[in-house]
């Protein structure tokens, strides 16, 4: 995300993609729940696919 969650850490997990998108701090493990369109706004990068090391997918 662009900001700093307040526990210092800037990876988050994505746990549920719908309407609405919950994501999981990777550091403390607190999870909130954002609007598609919120959160396409304050997403930076992808880091990670899930079940890829690498960062790329396929």
């Known amino acids: 995300m662009k ?3 307040p526990c210092g ?3 988050w ?3 549920r993609v719908g309407a ?3 994501i999981k701090c990777i ?3 607190r999870s909130i729940m ?3 369109i919120e959160f396409n706004k304050k997403m930076k990068k992808v880091i990670q696919y899930e079940g890829d090391e690498y960062g790329k997918k396929d």
């Open 3 to 5: 900001k700093q969650h």
């Open 9 to 11: 850490s800037n990876e």
């Open 13 to 15: 997990q994505i746990t």
């Open 20 to 22: 609405d998108i919950k």
């Open 27 to 29: 550091n403390c493990g």
């Open 34 to 36: 954002l609007p598609r």
